[in-house]
């Protein structure tokens, strides 16, 4: 059995093609969670650095990508089906 038949028999939909789908989604949703978070924290540490205003907006990015890096962690867990928590993807719209 290859990873790729382990893929397609633990999807819930989809088969093997809906398994590679969502895992590409989720990388890129990793990918740019840790982006933003990169980019804002940066600017956010210096701003605090200087004693200069903090903006919330910014605030509000690196929360939210925070949240969504620990999402996709989440559902990445073996034993939980990322449809129990579509919701959660809403909200972090």
């Known amino acids: 059995m290859t990873l ?4 397609g028999d633990k ?3 989809g088969g093997l093609i809906g398994a590679l789908t969502r895992l590409v989604l989720r990388f ?3 990918v740019l969670a840790i982006t ?3 980019l804002y924290a940066v600017d956010l540490h210096h701003a605090d650095k200087v004693g ?3 903006d919330s907006k910014w ?3 690196v929360i939210v990508g925070v949240l969504s890096a620990v999402t996709v962690l989440v ?3 073996p034993f939980l089906k990322s ?3 579509f919701g959660w993807d809403w909200v972090l719209l």
């Open 4 to 7: 790729f038949d382990t893929l």
């Open 11 to 13: 999807s819930s939909s």
């Open 28 to 30: 890129f949703q990793f």
């Open 36 to 38: 933003v978070i990169g």
């Open 52 to 54: 200069a205003y903090t």
């Open 59 to 61: 605030v509000f990015a």
């Open 75 to 77: 559902y990445g867990l």
């Open 83 to 85: 449809y129990w928590a």
